[in-house]
C-alpha cells in the first residue's frame, strides 16, 4: 500500500502531517499571528488578516463563531482541546477551503462540526463532539483525518459525500457513540482507513459505497449496532476499554487491547494524551 502512495504529492503531505503531530517547535511558512490580542480578538478576524501561508495561533477560550478557514491557513490551539469553537447551533463551526489545516481544538454545537469541500486539507487532533449532525463531512475530497476524537455526534463521526481523493487516509481517530455510521464513504476514490477505533456507534463502524475501494489495515470495530459480514483479518473487535465515556475521556485504559497494536507499533485510536 504504500507504494501505492508514493508519489511527490504524497510525500509531502506526509512529512506536514509527521511534522505538525510530533514536533516540539513547529516552523511554517508565511507569518504567523496568535489571538486575541489587542488589535485581533476572534478568530473570523484574524482569518482576514492573513493570507495563503500564514498560522493562526489561538489562545484558550470560547469561541462562539462560524468559522470559514480560507485556503492555505493553518489554523492551531496552542493548548490541546483548550480552545473551543463553539457552532452554537450554525450550520458550519469550521467550513475549511484548499490546503487549510487544522489541529488541536474542541468543536461542539454546530449543525456541523468541520465541513470540508477543498482539496489536500488536513484535520487533526480534534475533539469533535455533540454536533447536531456528523462530526466531519466532506464532499469532493476527503481529508487527511488523523488523531481526532469524533464521539457523540448525531450524525455520523466521518460522512464522506462523492469522495474523489487518491490519497486520502483515516488514521489513528477515535470514533464513537455517533448516532449514525462511525464512518461513510460515498463516491469513487481508493481510501485507507487504519489504526482506528470506531466503536459503540448506533449503525456501522464502516459504511462503504460500491465505487469505493478501502484498504482496511489494524482498525478496532466494536459494539457497532451493525456489524459487518466479515472483516479482514488484521483488523480486532475487541473492547477498547475507555477511561470514562461518561465524562468524555476517551483515552483507552492500561488494559486495552489496543495499545501497542497499530500499523505504526503505537496504540489504536487517537495518539493524544488530554
Not at 483548550?82 to 447551533?89: N, Y
Request: overall charge positive.
Amino acid at each position: 500500500m504504500k507504494k501505492k502512495y508514493s508519489n511527490i504529492r504524497m510525500k509531502k503531505h506526509i512529512v506536514f502531517i509527521i511534522t505538525l503531530l510530533f514536533s516540539v517547535t513547529i516552523i511554517f511558512p508565511g507569518t504567523s499571528i496568535t489571538i486575541p490580542s489587542e488589535d485581533c480578538h476572534s478568530i473570523s478576524m484574524a482569518i482576514i488578516k492573513v493570507k495563503s501561508g500564514d498560522t493562526i495561533w489561538v489562545k484558550d477560550g470560547i469561541y462562539k463563531e462560524q468559522i470559514k478557514l480560507s485556503s492555505g491557513i493553518a489554523l492551531i490551539s496552542l493548548s490541546l482541546f483548550k480552545s473551543v469553537i463553539d457552532g452554537a447551533g450554525n450550520e458550519h463551526g469550521i467550513k475549511m477551503g484548499n490546503n487549510s489545516s487544522l489541529s488541536g481544538f474542541e468543536i461542539k454545537n454546530a449543525q456541523i462540526g468541520v465541513y470540508s469541500e477543498g482539496t489536500n486539507n488536513i484535520i487533526t487532533k480534534c475533539f469533535i463532539h455533540d454536533n447536531q449532525q456528523s462530526g466531519i463531512v466532506a464532499v469532493g475530497h476527503l481529508p487527511l483525518i488523523s488523531d481526532n476524537v469524533i464521539v457523540e455526534n448525531g450524525g455520523s463521526g466521518i460522512q464522506g459525500w462523492d469522495v474523489r481523493s487518491t490519497i486520502a487516509t483515516i488514521n489513528h481517530n477515535t470514533i464513537a457513540f455517533n448516532s449514525n455510521n462511525g464512518i461513510s464513504i460515498g463516491g469513487n476514490s481508493d481510501i485507507v482507513v487504519e489504526n482506528n477505533i470506531c466503536a459503540f456507534n448506533e449503525k456501522l463502524g464502516l459504511k462503504v459505497e460500491p465505487g469505493v475501494k478501502v484498504s482496511l489495515l489494524r482498525n478496532n470495530f466494536y459494539l457497532n449496532a451493525e456489524v459487518f459480514s466479515s472483516l479482514p483479518s488484521n483488523n480486532f473487535t475487541f473492547d477498547p476499554m475507555f477511561v470514562s465515556a461518561t465524562t468524555m475521556n476517551y483515552m483507552i485504559s492500561e488494559n486495552s487491547k489496543c495499545r501497542n497494536m497499530a500499523t505504526d507499533n503505537k496504540n489504536i485510536g487517537a495518539r493524544i494524551i488530554y
